[in-house]
C-alpha cells in the first residue's frame, strides 16, 4: 500500500463502461483525461493516431498503410509522418527488424516525423501507417 500511498497524486479516476482493454481508447478519448495527460508519449500516440484516421476520408490519396506501400513511399521521399508499432523492432528475425530501424532513421533524417507506439498500448494495434507529404 505504501507505493500507491506515495503516487496518490499521479493516479487518475475515469469512467469507462467495462474492464477489458478496448475500454482504455474509451477512457483515452475523455477530454478531462487527455487534458491530464497531454505531455506524455501515449498522448502524443493518440494525437497523431487520431490525426491520421481523420485525414484518411478526406483526403485518402495521402495515407498509406502496409509494408509494400510504405516502402514505396519511401523510396520516393514522401513520408511526412510514419506511426509504427514496437513489435516490428522486437521481431524474431534479425533482418527485419533491421529493416525497420533503417526505415525509422531513414525518414527522420529526411525531416518526417516518426512515432513509435507500444504494443502494450492501446494505439498500439497500429502495425505500420504513414502520411505522406501533399
Not at 19 to 37: K, N, Q
Request: a positive charge; charged letters at 25%.
Amino acid at each position: 500500500m505504501r507505493p500507491i500511498i506515495e503516487n496518490k497524486s499521479r493516479l487518475i479516476l475515469a469512467h469507462s463502461t467495462s474492464g477489458y482493454r478496448h475500454s482504455l481508447r474509451e477512457v483515452l478519448d475523455t477530454p478531462s483525461v487527455m487534458a491530464l495527460i497531454k505531455d506524455t508519449q501515449a498522448a502524443q500516440e493518440v494525437r497523431a493516431l487520431k490525426d491520421f484516421f481523420s485525414m484518411l476520408p478526406d483526403d485518402i490519396g495521402r495515407a498509406c498503410y502496409g509494408p509494400k506501400h510504405v516502402e514505396l513511399a519511401h523510396d520516393r521521399r514522401a513520408i511526412q509522418t510514419l506511426l509504427i508499432t514496437d513489435a516490428l523492432f522486437r521481431n524474431s528475425d534479425v533482418a527485419t527488424r533491421k529493416k525497420y530501424v533503417e526505415l525509422v532513421e531513414s525518414v527522420k533524417s529526411n525531416g518526417g516525423n516518426v512515432h513509435i507506439f507500444s504494443s502494450m498500448h492501446v494505439s498500439g494495434s497500429v502495425s505500420l501507417y504513414l502520411r505522406l507529404f501533399s
